[in-house]
Structures are given as C-alpha cells and as structure tokens.
C-alpha cells in the first residue's frame, strides 16, 4: 500500500523525468498507463532537446530530485556490469554539490550532541562550512590546546530522508524491474539494495571514525598515505572532530605541478595504496574519489597522499584476495583457462558450469584487450569485462567485489591524468607475484597450519565420542543389530581413529619440517629427517585408514 508522502514523493519524481525527456522511464510502469495521454500534452515532450543523450538527461534528473538521489547515482555509476556504457559514464560525473543549512544549526547540533556549548569545547569554531554533502557538512574548528581540527556534522533530519528516499526507490525499482523491459536484466531492486547499505553506514560517524583509526594504524610509519587522528572524546554518532590536514587537493593538478611534485611517482604510489589496501591490509577505502584525496607536497619529490571521508570501506575474504590476484595474473598471461577455474573454485559461478565454454567466452571478450600496449591496459576494465562474462554464466553479486571494482576506477583515473604514461601492469605485476609466493610460502603455510590447530585438534578429539554416538544410535534403531558386530564396529572405529592420529601427527611434522627448511637456523640434515619422517607416518597413517 502506497502511503500519501510516497505517492506526493513519486509524482514528483515523475514529474522530474518527464521534465528531463524521460518519459519512457514513466510509461513503463503501469501506475501511469492510464494516463498516459497527458505525457503528451506536456510542454516538456514536444519542446525537450532531443540532442541530449540519455545518460546525461537521467543525470540531470538524479540531481534536480536532490542529495540522496545523487548518491544513488554515484553508486549506479560504479555497476558498470549492470549499466550501459553511456550511462554509467554520465553518472560518473555527478557530484555532491549541495547547498550547506546554516552554521548557527551546525552549531547547535554540536553542542547537544557533546552536551557543551562549543565555547567550551573549542577556542574557535567557524559556522561557515568547508564542504557541503549530501549526508554531512563539515565545519573549521581549533581545540583548547591550538590543534586546528575539522568537526562533521550529520545534516539535520537526513537520516528520516534517507529512509523516505529510500522507501520510495524500492517502490520505482519494483515496478521498474516488474514492468521496465530491461528492467529485469538491470536489476534495480539489487542495486537498491547495495545502496542502502552503503548510504545507511555513512549516518553513523562513530563508524566512520573507526574505520580511520584502523587505516592510521595500517599506514603507521608509511610515507604513501597519511591519515589524520580522530578526536574520540569528541566524537559521536552523528559528529565527528578530526585532525585538520593541509594539503593540495589531487584535482588541482596545476597547483601540484607549480609545486614541482614528482608527478610519475605520485601516480604509481596511489596504484601501490590500492594493492597494499586490498592484498596487504584487506581494508581499503572504497570511496578515494578526487574529492576525498590531498596531497602533502612538503617535499615535492616525495609526495604523501592524504585521505578524508571513511564512511565507506571494503574488504576481502582470503579466498577472494587469492582468487583475485590469480586472475589479474592468469589474464595477463592470457591463461583463460585457469581465469576459468578460478572463477570456478571460487564460488563466483555456478558448480556445474563448463570450463571450456566459460574460456572461449572469455577469450572472445578480452583477446581483444590485448591489441593495445600493456601500458595502455585498464585493469578495470578487464574486471569489468570478467564480470560482464561471467554474468552471463549466472554469476552471483559479489557486493565487496562492486566496492574494489569502483575503487579501482578511481586509482585508475587518477593515476593516469596525473601521469598519462602510468603502466599499471608494471607497477602492480610485482606486487602480485610477490603477495602469491608469501601466501604460497612454507611460513605462510606454517602460521595457517598453527592457526588451525585448535579446531583441527578438538575435531580429532571429538571423533571417538561422535563414532561411539553414531554406533550407539544405529543399534537403539535397528533392533536386529547383533552385540558381536557392534564390537566389530567399535573395534574398526578405534583402529581408524589410530591411524588418524598418525596421519594428522606426520602432517604436522611435515609441514613443521617445510618451515624450518623455508626460516633456516637449524642443520639441514635434521630439517629432512622432520619431513621424511612426517611425510612417511602421514602416508602410512592415510594408507592403512
């Protein structure tokens, strides 16, 4: 049931997309059919620019219906595996120009979220604000002690405006995907849903300040990347006070040049934050736009990135961490078959699926990449033409998968308006193969082995007591079964479980061995006999199991 504020909210965003020559979009849900005639008596269809293409007329339309809106559109814009070329690049383009509500309510809502009159708590705060957003605005301040900080407000009533705004897109999804004829394929009520989940996260800054901290800690003592210190005592939900940074702003790529900044190393070391973030911390921030990034030009030859805006981070599981950079490095080598079988093993694809036809499709997809110059390569659009194949063998949504591709659109980019010449093959390709042989690694494999231990040996533990139930279970069922063969069950059962602590005993010691071989410190003949002798009690242990 459609209640009166979404059916006003609804004609008006209908109202937005017939004045933007958007009027198919309207038609194609059935609330409207009936009077679909009057489409035709509005001024807006017989006097529109019929020159204007359809991306940007659905960008105009997402910014005349205001902030939240033009989030949605900077989300759709990064599902470049769901949305046409023309589109996805016109929504790339939009950007959080949003009036700022006045600073006298910024300050009011300070002083009740910290239960201090800012007088107190500050030695100056300006109610003209620095930057304006959809979601927050952010204020120039100086504590007690002098320390020049920045305090983010939450905008006042966002978060009910969210949640409206955010009723009234299921709605237009659902009859879109319902009635839209490529509404199916598009999947709004998906991308919907994403974006609730990123636009709600961003109304809590005590989150935001968390995920800060932790990427100050990932970055402690780093020279690519700075991030500025949270003021906890100061900080709630819906405030947060940081440390203020002054830097140039990456946009401003004249000012960077005047400064003399080493314009090739500023490019490469955004490419190694990325893959550091991804690979080495499995904590990277997804929204490094141009708008979020400064640069420390102190000194020129040794440019530090400075980052602001943690409302949204992405991460990895370990086997999407693996299973990534063995694509990235398969593609390059245009092993399409093992891209195939990752894409396979990994869960990202049905089980079942073919691997020969899943390689040919691949290989008719992304051979032709490879008439251009490495250099020349875009590693995000091999992701996206990975995704866009494999979409058509049923692969699920990976929503951390969307966050890296989008973030990786923005490294990209950037590093190449600020060097044209940027070879992201050559800068990342050592990063990769070397992240792949440390996980690969004998310590690698050691700490994954003694992190393990604890279940692995409660689990070995449990068995007799779990075969003795399953036995004692069998005989109160099957009244027929004789206590002799019982005894022959338990007795088999005891002598398996022998064996398999023989078995898990040897693996221990072989992988100990292979550790020891890999740290050195100890005679090599002594690291042999280990794995000789491991290996052997493993395979007599499986042997005789």
């Not at 890296?404 to 070879?423: A, H, M, S």
Request: hydrophobic residues 45%; charged residues 25%.
């Amino acid at each position: 049931m459609i209640s009166a504020r979404q059916s006003f909210r609804l004609l008006r965003i209908n109202v937005v997309l017939v004045r933007h020559g958007l009027d198919e979009l309207v038609m194609a849900t059935h609330l409207f059919r009936p009077v679909r005639f009057l489409v035709y008596l509005s001024p807006f269809y017989w006097f529109r620019d019929k020159s204007i293409g359809r991306g940007a007329r659905i960008r105009g339309a997402l910014e005349d219906l205001g902030p939240i809106f033009v989030k949605f559109g900077q989300v759709l814009s990064t599902r470049r595996d769901l949305m046409p070329h023309d589109i996805s690049d016109e929504l790339a383009k939009l950007q959080d120009r949003v009036p700022p509500f006045p600073g006298a309510e910024a300050r009011t809502m300070v002083e009740a979220a910290l239960g201090k009159p800012v007088t107190e708590l500050f030695a100056a705060f300006d109610e003209n604000p620095l930057a304006s957003a959809s979601i927050a605005q952010v204020h120039a301040a100086k504590l007690k002690d002098g320390r020049e900080v920045v305090v983010k407000v939450l905008r006042p009533g966002v978060e009910r405006q969210v949640r409206a705004d955010l009723d009234v897109l299921y709605l237009v999804a659902g009859l879109a995907e319902r009635y839209w004829r490529d509404g199916r394929r598009l999947r709004p009520l998906e991308v919907v849903a994403e974006y609730e989940k990123t636009v709600l996260d961003e109304l809590d800054l005590v989150r935001e300040a968390a995920n800060a901290a932790q990427l100050k800690r990932n970055f402690e003592g780093s020279e690519l990347l700075y991030v500025p210190e949270v003021e906890w005592d100061l900080t709630r939900r819906d405030v947060m006070v940081m440390e203020r940074i002054h830097g140039v702003s990456i946009r401003d790529i004249a000012a960077l040049k005047r400064a003399g900044t080493d314009m090739q190393r500023l490019a490469e070391n955004g490419v190694q934050i990325f893959f550091t973030q991804v690979f080495k911390h499995n904590f990277f921030h997804a929204d490094m736009h141009p708008g979020n990034i400064f640069v420390g030009v102190e000194d020129p030859k040794r440019p530090v990135y400075m980052a602001v805006d943690f409302g949204i981070i992405g991460t990895l599981g370990p086997r999407d961490q693996h299973y990534l950079a063995e694509n990235f490095l398969a593609f390059f080598k245009r092993d399409y078959k093992r891209v195939a079988e990752l894409h396979l093993e990994s869960g990202w694809v049905p089980v079942g699926t073919r691997v020969d036809e899943f390689e040919t499709a691949i290989r008719t997809v992304c051979e032709p990449i490879f008439n251009k110059p490495l250099k020349d390569i875009s590693f995000a659009q091999v992701l996206l033409r990975l995704f866009q194949t494999a979409r058509r063998f049923n692969m699920e949504v990976q929503p951390q998968l969307m966050l890296l591709q989008k973030t990786l659109f923005n490294i990209e980019g950037l590093g190449r308006e600020l060097y044209p010449e940027l070879d992201l093959w050559r800068t990342a390709k050592p990063f990769l193969e070397e992240w792949t042989r440390d996980r690969l690694s004998p310590q690698a494999t050691f700490k994954r082995l003694l992190a393990g231990l604890p279940v692995i040996s409660e689990l070995i533990l449990e068995s007799p007591a779990r075969i003795n139930t399953i036995l004692r279970r069998l005989a109160e069922d099957d009244g027929e079964v004789k206590a002799a063969e019982q005894e022959r069950l338990k007795a088999m059962a005891s002598e398996r479980n022998r064996h398999l602590y023989q078995a898990a005993a040897g693996g221990a010691l072989l992988l100990g061995g292979l550790a020891l071989l890999g740290l050195g410190g100890t005679p090599v003949w002594i690291d042999l006999v280990i794995v000789l002798g491991g290996g052997g009690l493993l395979l007599w242990g499986r042997a005789v199991s």
